[in-house]
């Protein structure tokens, strides 16, 4: 590599035309290429330009709560329309981020679109394909028939995916949106280019946005914490090579995540001993990770999302069962202890850390044994949200890969409060609502359909609903209840607080008293699923 290719972030900026379509390696806080991205909100605020981009983020826009990633973007007149997998989220207490403005204001045309359909879009990109043809999406919010992904009024006039008729079968077909500028982010670069990733928690998409830009015409910039001399850098390490790289800006302050300058346990060059992991406290999410370890068998594979269902892992570390179940993450960490808040996405002690297209690969043929997320809304047809709320949207991040995982995903358990805002009390082998909660979660009909009961029963899908006071299974008649918290009345505390008819099993069991005392509850894994 000529040494001319390492520029500052204001050269590389200035790269960018107006109407580009940019491609962003990010999620959330984790290997955002922060320092180039304000660079081009800074030249976009002295000269203006560039203007009316197309930006592509596959996983993550920004951190959970705007402070870095595409915030610095969302100038009114820089971007023209943003695809991405998930938006920065926060606290009712913290401001909008100023993206959302954007997107709330109908400034800008926005799009939530599945994290793996984005990455399998810049493959084929890559390839000269013309699109992405897949049944990830039907029956929810990615549906035509429904939102098509348009998150306002000037999206939902440009559509981006129509559903078309294929061998007999129904599928959605999303056209190829092919970036001229790919920015991703690595630790190191040599002079020829070559980038390795050996202090980064992920690899994410690197490698197939640079790709796609690079057949397309385009550029690709990268943004490193180092450069070291050609040679360097053994070639099993080079994720990216430089044949695929123009640029080179140097950052020697980038952070593995928006609060983690850095952890070589999360770049697994080092194992930590389980002890140095904290327990989740007790207290009613306890409850609920507990009662969704309960159903996980030994020696299987779990997809893990965000919220309550995160902390699973916890339990069966505080249960001395770690390592008889393999997590898998998204954003490619397989195996490990998965972490929390800022740095969900990461694992230390990983087995394995994959591509992020290739980990949605897996997802999408629901390749894993179960996946255990979280919920927003559920109603009567079973229908889950997590993409959307009411007149303050910016309270959520989107869909992420929750459509890739939920498609053909054998088994998932869905984590969350019955109501929300309830002050609980756990203690003693029982429940007790000390205030029950205002906001009602199972509803007649939920706002965003992030996925389908109807497409599930089709389908064959286990599922069940997991939450502290109750636990039901999704039926052909409906949502049926199966267990009931210690404590807890079924007509007041249940049945009166759900805006349809619950079925009630016969059968009706109480939940394990173990799951509401303060120790741990000698959790033996199930043998198999049918138990």
Known sequence: ????????????????????????????????????LAAIGERFALEGHPRDLTMLHPIAAGDLYGIRGIDHLARPGLIGRVLAGSYPSGPSSLPMPDIWRLI?????AAYNVPSGILFDMHRDAAARRPGVLTKVGLGTFVDP??????????????????????AGDEWLFFPVIAPRVAIIRATTADERGNLSFEHEAAFLGALDQAL?????????????KRTVRAGSIKPQQVHVPGILVDRIVV?????????????????????????????????????????????????????????????????????????????AIEQGAVGGIPLLGFGFGCASNADAIVPSPNQFTYFQGGGFDVALLSFLQIDARGNVNVSKLGARPYLTAGCGGFVDITTHARRILFCGYFTAGAKLEAGGGRLTIVEEGKGRKLVQAVEHVTFSGDMARRRGQQITYVTERCVFDLTECGLTLREIAPGIDLQRDVLDLADFALEVDPGLKVMDARLFSDAPMGLELRRTYGE
């Open 1 to 36: 590599m000529n040494r001319t290719r390492v520029v500052s972030a204001q050269d590389a900026a200035a790269m960018l035309r107006d109407g580009d379509v940019v491609t962003v390696c990010s999620s959330s806080g984790l290997n955002c290429p922060d320092k180039v």
């Open 104 to 108: 709330v204001d109908d400034a800008i």
């Open 145 to 166: 028939d429904l939102q098509g992904c348009a998150m306002n009024p000037r999206a939902a006039a440009h559509p981006i995916v129509e559903k078309v008729r294929f």
């Open 212 to 224: 796609a830009a690079r057949n397309s015409g385009g550029v690709v910039i990268a943004q490193v």
């Open 251 to 327: 950052d020697p302050a980038q952070w593995q995540t928006t609060q983690t300058p850095y952890d070589p346990a999360m770049s697994g060059e080092i194992v930590q001993p389980e002890d140095a992991f904290e327990l989740q406290p007790w207290g009613p999410e306890k409850v609920i990770a507990r009662r969704a370890a309960l159903q996980l068998v030994g020696g299987t594979v779990a997809n893990l999302g965000f919220g309550i269902a995160a902390n699973v892992p916890r339990i069966l570390l505080e249960e001395g069962l770690h390592g008889q179940v393999t997590w």
